[in-house]
């Protein structure tokens, strides 16, 4: 039932379609068109507005009343750079021209959603209720998908399609992380005359930074500091200092313990030195966590079955809208789409990749 030549011909349109985070209209555009032209009934959410990007969530929504009601949802936007993204078919392989990335993550999600529906439209299927959400501004923050209304929609289960691995792996774990800035506000005073005056927010955060923990943690919970800033002059004591923080943890619970140990002992030492403490790490984004045993994975394990590809269950190092969507109550998991070495000027997808999991999605709305 699923065209090759089709999907993949709708995949290479949708890459050489620039679309970076907030700058996704074109895309958006083309996608609105498509769902139209399927049957769907269609929408977009403002999610541009009050993300100050030029283009909103696009909804479609293909109707069953009665019925089971399923989400499929995919990212519009890329990473940079994205500009002239020119598609190179090599053995049955799509990558860049090695100039740009390919953005399979996460058109290679998009183009096996629109397959899918043209499957059901074509063969007329008997099928669910189906969302469709092309999300927006997912690379810096997830933006979209915090936007979007989902409970509005009264869907029972969502299957986001945004993960790297081979078509089958499911992404039933994800961390939840927290991010920000740490500054410490010290003391500046002339480094030769009057370094007593003065206190030196770098030898503060040295302090801080042996007492706290960073790295891994344990098997599910990791810190980093990825950037520091601060000083003027070598005359100068060092008046301030900017720490870009991050933590992440499979458990809510661990992370809030770690964020919140790293931030008193942060504020110990300041006090110890004078010194003030900014905080504005946050919580940027829930972990989600769900049993093998849940009817949604079931569901896709059958899916992958019927078609006689081998599934398995996974956890996820990084966030995506899947996150975002269970902790609005909405049972969901990220399915692998085969996009491989993603952000890179390398990244690719095999064409029988994209084919799979047209093949499973399928399954899934066939039940
Ligand atoms: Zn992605």
Do not use: W
């Not at 869907?155 to 089958?168: A, N």
Request: charged share 25%.
């Amino acid at each position: 039932m699923i065209k090759k030549d089709r999907l993949v011909e709708n995949f290479l349109d949708m890459v050489k379609i620039s679309s970076p985070s907030k700058n996704e209209r074109a895309m958006g555009d083309y996608l609105l068109k498509i769902l139209k032209e399927l049957g769907l009934e269609v929408r977009e959410d403002n999610a541009g507005e009050v993300n100050g990007g030029n283009c909103g969530n696009i909804i479609g929504i293909l109707r069953a009343p009665g019925k089971k009601r399923l989400l499929f949802s995919a990212h519009m936007d890329t990473v940079v750079p994205c500009e002239k993204v020119v598609p190179v078919i090599e053995n049955d392989i799509i990558k860049s021209d090695g100039t740009s990335i390919l953005g399979g993550d996460d058109k290679g999600g998009i183009a096996a959603i629109i397959e899918m529906l043209r499957v059901i439209k074509e063969n007329n299927l008997d099928h669910p209720e189906i969302v469709v959400v092309f999300s927006m501004g997912e690379e810096i923050g997830l933006l979209g998908s915090k936007s979007f209304d989902i409970n509005s929609y009264g869907v029972d289960f969502g299957f986001i399609l945004d993960s790297s691995g081979k078509p089958g792996k499911i992404i039933t774990k994800a961390p939840s992380a927290a991010r920000g800035k740490i500054t410490i506000i010290g003391k500046p005073a002339h480094a030769g005359i009057s370094p007593e005056n003065g206190i030196n927010a770098l030898t503060v955060a040295a302090h801080a930074i042996t007492k706290i923990k960073l790295g891994r943690i344990d098997a599910e919970t990791t810190s980093n500091i990825g950037v520091v800033k601060g000083g003027q002059a070598t005359n100068i004591v060092m008046p301030s200092i900017e720490l870009d923080y991050e933590a992440r943890s499979l458990s809510n619970e661990k992370l809030n313990t770690l964020i919140n140990e790293t931030f008193d002992i942060f504020q110990k030492v300041c006090n110890e030195f004078g010194a003030i403490l900014e905080n504005n790490v946050k919580i940027e984004y829930p972990g989600f966590s769900l049993e093998d045993c849940e009817e949604i994975v079931k569901i896709v394990k059958t899916a992958c079955e019927k078609v006689g590809i081998k599934s398995e269950t996974a956890s996820s190092g990084g966030g995506s809208d899947t996150n975002i969507y269970n902790s609005k109550g909405v049972k969901s998991v990220n399915l692998a789409v085969g996009m491989t070495k993603v952000h890179t000027l390398e990244e690719y997808i095999e064409i029988k990749d994209l084919v799979d999991l047209s093949k499973i999605l399928v399954e899934i709305v066939k039940g």
